[in-house]
């Protein structure tokens, strides 16, 4: 049976990063004129010796977004149902450890969810929870799904990763993608940020997109926690990761997201990236792959997001709350993460649309 596993263990993580901080502008300059580019290419374009080439690669990367996606952004929300989780993971705002209030969205609750979020004129949506196998399992997903789903074009699911069986039930009730960061490529630390619950597993976790691509799910989602590890090793292990998905799961689409570590609680990120090295590392994925969708979320600034909407970005989420329930209501229950680009749906698309460019809101419609 495929899986990534095979590919994974045939890289250490310390051979790549020497060999991602060894390249030089020369082998910059031959990423940038070749037509197609490989894996080294990858490492090249994220590396410090890129730094310089940033206006080139911006340039670049814009040209070739244009060209497959046309000047079009595209808008989604996303809508956490539960904040119930059993993992401890240190980074964030839900882990178990967290004295918290818990809630999980009820029929009730969703439906004024659905009410709020659909006012705001969205039409792709996230459904994200923690978690939480007893409280939010498949068949939680499996109501919730059929609930949500008549009022919106496109739904995707960020939640536990679940058995190819589990997926092959619930992707029929009109789920389009699905979305699941490893987090952190590097083994052994990952234990230290997940030490509790199964989410602990990282093979299990590393082994998930191949069960969505043997599932049949039309879009993976993929990432890692930028913050954790080293960020130019890690998205070489999640480019690696994607091109392997690429080539076993030819039909699915896939995405890329750049989660910056945003502070929660008290706690800050372990490893610093400069907006500079984000605009880097996204321009450097568009270079490598011109069919890739990049999403930029409200993690970000304001004024980030929108120098960023140019460079190669094809997907923004906007308005979001990070509670559960927390469009109907403001609830007092904590947040995932904090948000810094606070603006309203409407005015992010006003700023999209002043940029040149056209907002969608729908942009596909799967069979009910
Ligand atoms: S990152 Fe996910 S799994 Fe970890 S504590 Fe938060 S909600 Fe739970």
């Known amino acids: 049976m495929n899986s990534f596993l095979n590919v994974f263990e045939q890289n250490s993580w310390e051979e790549v990063k020497a060999s991602i901080y060894s390249k030089t502008e020369a082998d910059v300059r031959i990423a940038l004129n070749k037509k197609k580019r490989d894996l080294e ?3 090249a374009l994220i590396s410090p010796s890129a730094a310089p080439f940033l206006e080139e690669m911006a340039k670049l990367s814009r040209e070739l977004t244009l060209k497959r996606f046309g000047n079009t952004i595209q808008m989604f929300v996303p809508m956490y149902l539960s904040n119930e989780c059993q993992n401890i993971c240190t980074y964030c705002g839900f882990s178990l450890d967290n ?24 039409d792709h949506i996230l459904l994200v929870t923690g978690e939480a196998n007893k409280t939010v399992g498949v068949d939680y997903f499996e109501k919730a799904i059929k609930q949500i789903r008549p009022h919106f074009a496109n739904i995707s699911m960020e939640v536990q990763p679940l058995d190819q069986d589990e ?13 699941v960061y490893q987090e952190t490529y590097h083994e052994d630390n990952y234990k230290f940020h997940h030490p509790k619950g199964k989410k602990s597993n990282f093979e299990y976790r590393l082994d998930t997109p191949d069960r969505l691509g043997r599932a049949g799910v039309h879009k993976i989602g993929l990432g890692v926690l930028i913050g954790l590890e080293d960020w130019r090793t890690d998205s070489f292990f999640n480019a690696l990761h994607l091109d392997y998905l690429e080539k076993t799961y030819w039909k699915t689409k896939y995405s890329v997201s750049f989660p910056r570590l945003r502070p929660y609680a ?6 610093d990236m400069s907006d500079r090295e984000l605009v880097q590392l996204i321009c450097a994925y568009r270079i490598f792959n011109e069919e890739l969708e990049l999403t930029i979320s ?15 970005i094809t997907t923004v989420s906007a308005g979001s709350k990070t509670d559960p329930g927390g469009y109907a209501s403001n609830t007092d229950a904590l947040e995932q993460f904090e948000i810094s680009d606070e603006r309203t749906p409407q005015e992010v698309a006003s700023m999209i649309k002043g940029q040149g460019y056209e907002v969608v809101w729908k942009d596909w419609d799967q069979g009910l």
């Open 99 to 122: 004295p918290m209030r818990r809630t999980t969205l009820t029929e009730k609750q969703i439906e004024k969810e659905i009410e709020v979020v659909k006012s705001y004129g969205y």
């Open 266 to 271: 008290d706690k800050e990120p372990k490893v």
């Open 167 to 179: 997926y092959e039930k619930l992707l029929p009730l009109g789920i389009h993608g699905v979305l």
């Open 298 to 312: 409200t993690r970000e600034s304001e004024k980030f997001r929108n120098n960023i909407i140019k460079l190669g």
């Open 41 to 43: 290419d990858f490492k």
